[in-house]
């Protein structure tokens, strides 16, 4: 019980004003459905967590930080680029967004998002520590849940007032900022 505690606590404090939360209000926003974003971001931190805990230690051993730092970096500079891209409007004839959609794009991004995080590595070190995955897989992955859950009903609803074109330039300067700032850190300290 300790490792999964620890671990909610832990990835909790580390989630805590994450760029994970601006992607929650984005997606929260973006397809106003609230279920979907959070079932994907559910996933997505178990998949991911989950990595981190059984996998990840020894992947740290053979894939260069440069290499995963190169790679990170141009991920965000893409979901930056991506988020700039209007929806197109919808007409009466035309369907709704369904939560398939909004649970798709949330699971893919969340997962993209948190790759080489301050989250997955505090799983991972957890995982060393404890020698243990699934605690800290399930405290990690509820902390996420926790943390974004407020930040996804918050955007859901207050939609209607959120000006959309300022959060989706907020959101590409701020993922192309770090996918900057990690392409930096990849090129000049490793």
Known sequence: ME???????????????????????????????????????????LAIHGLSAGVGMSLGQFVDDRILGWIVGVLFIGMGIWVLIPEPAHTDDRPRETGRGAFLTALITFFLMEIGDKTQLTSMAMAAHFEMIIPV????????????????????????????????????????????????????NS
């Open 3 to 45: 490792a999964f505690f620890l671990s909610l606590a832990a990835v909790s404090l580390a989630e805590l004003g994450d760029r994970t939360q601006l992607l929650a209000l984005l997606l929260a926003v973006k397809f106003r459905k609230p279920w979907a974003v959070l079932a994907g971001l559910g996933v997505a931190s």
């Open 137 to 188: 897989l399930l405290g990690a992955s509820l902390a996420m849940l926790l943390v974004n859950a407020p930040v996804i009903w918050l955007g859901h609803k207050f939609a209607d007032r959120i000006p959309m074109r300022t959060v989706r330039v907020l959101a590409a300067l701020l993922f192309i900022g770090i996918g900057a700032w990690v392409l930096g850190d990849a090129a000049f």
